[in-house]
């Protein structure tokens, strides 16, 4: 096949991506270094920022700082470089292990997220002829996903969770069903203003500063803080079909998740937009939240469909459209379709806006919120695998190790290495 060696699979253990950043190492008992922003000693505050989404650790500041500008961060962070202390730039919290707050006894975390003026105040700029869109780093994917579909205009390539900040997923690598494609997020970044490890502000890119622009891209934040990235855009469609199949053999699955990522040099009509995956080990997961999508009154069960190890699999897949080309979408679904292996009483389709589609994650939030199912504990594990060994990884751990005792999403990626 054309993909051969050159496939990974993603699998993710949990819902959403994460903000990491830096870990520097007695701060002044109060920062003054000539903040534009605030900095601030409540205890709320402090608490807030004393615990990250993954909730396996806490780590209390000595101080919070809400920079107005790019310069407030390269302030702080001077600082730290010339007397040290530990520094931590957080978004929207939600790294697992920590990573988003101070572990030491004394340090400052600096809330990206909730600046109260200045940059962050005018922190998405649309440039329509450009096709670009520059964005403070502490701003989050859905208000840069409502920004520019003002201009009918968006993003290439996406997260499944969209109230992450873009400074944390560009430190870590930003993957969704669109990178077998458009590959992750930090492969869609034309330009960066960094702030650098000795506070120094620095604009970097492809052609200027490059060493620095491929090292922050992906790099975790141990080479600095993203105040602004530049992110290209597209003309955003208006509409998704959403479609889930389920196979109860999981070669037949991988090799149909194969096939459809090795379509990505192909014109629009010939590949799907968005190919992604799940596996159900456990009966209910199947018509839990995340899978909400199939009907609560019909309820599909395991044992019926003959899975394999009572192991599931799940083809999730999307086809954009607009009004252009709405007739033609179903017959090009159907051709795609035909070539693939899955059971074939197993077809479920939806259809919904395009921001709907991109922002559904938010609404099992919402839901888990109101049972408070949230704000817990949330251990989580991402892995690349290479193909040869995805078959042992399916008989090891799906059908092995995790027999039908998990309760948590089982997602499964297909990738391009390329990409």
Not at 355 to 380: C, I, M, N, Q, Y
Request: proline share 4%; aromatic share 10%; hydrophobic share 40%.
């Amino acid at each position: 096949m054309a993909v051969n060696n050159n496939k990974l699979v993603l699998l993710t253990f949990a819902i959403c991506r994460l903000i990491v950043t830096v870990g520097l190492t007695v701060v002044p008992e109060l920062l003054d270094v000539g903040l534009q922003g605030r900095l601030s000693v409540d205890t709320w505050e402090l608490e807030a920022a004393s615990v990250d989404f993954g909730r396996l650790s806490r780590g209390e500041p000595s101080e919070v700082v809400h920079p107005a500008t790019a310069e407030d961060v390269a302030r702080v962070v001077k600082a730290a470089f010339e007397s040290p202390f530990a520094v931590s730039a957080r978004g929207h919290g939600h790294s697992i292990n920590g990573q988003a707050m101070i572990k030491e006894k004394k340090g400052v975390v600096i809330e990206m997220g909730k600046s109260d003026s200045g940059e962050d105040g005018s922190s998405i700029r649309v440039s329509e002829k450009g096709m670009y869109v520059d964005v403070w780093g502490g701003k989050l994917w859905i208000d840069v996903l409502s920004a520019t579909l003002e201009y009918g205009l968006a993003p290439m390539s996406w997260t499944d969770y969209l109230y992450l900040s873009v400074g944390g997923t560009l430190s870590n690598a930003g993957i969704s069903g669109q990178t077998f494609n458009h590959g992750p997020q930090i492969t869609n970044v034309y330009e960066l203003d960094v702030v650098t490890g000795k506070g120094e502000l620095v604009t970097c890119s492809e052609d200027r500063n490059s060493e620095l622009f491929h090292a922050v891209l992906g790099g975790l934040g141990q080479f600095g803080i993203i105040t602004r990235a530049r992110i290209a855009l597209e003309p955003a469609p208006h509409r998704v079909r959403w479609i889930r199949v389920l196979y109860s053999n999981f070669a037949r699955f991988c090799k149909d998740q194969e096939y459809l990522i090795s379509l990505h040099g192909k014109a629009a009509r010939e590949r799907f937009d968005y190919v992604e995956g799940f596996v159900i080990v456990d009966e209910g997961l199947i018509n839990n939240w995340r899978s909400s999508f199939f009907s609560a009154s019909n309820p599909v069960k395991i044992t019926s469909l003959n899975a394999d190890g009572g192991v599931l699999y799940c083809l999730e897949i999307t086809k954009n459209y607009d009004q252009g080309n709405a007739d033609s979408v179903d017959e090009e679904i159907q051709a795609l379709l035909k070539k693939l292996n899955f059971i074939p009483t197993s077809v479920f389709t939806t259809d919904l806006p395009y921001v709907d589609f991109l922002d559904r994650v938010h609404k099992a939030e919402l839901k888990l919120r109101s049972k408070g199912l949230w704000d817990v504990p949330h251990p989580w594990l991402n892995l690349f695998v290479p193909k040869s060994r995805i078959g042992d990884f399916d008989k090891g751990v799906f059908k092995g190790i995790l027999g039908n005792k998990t309760s948590g999403p089982i997602l499964i990626y297909p990738m391009n290495k390329n990409k």
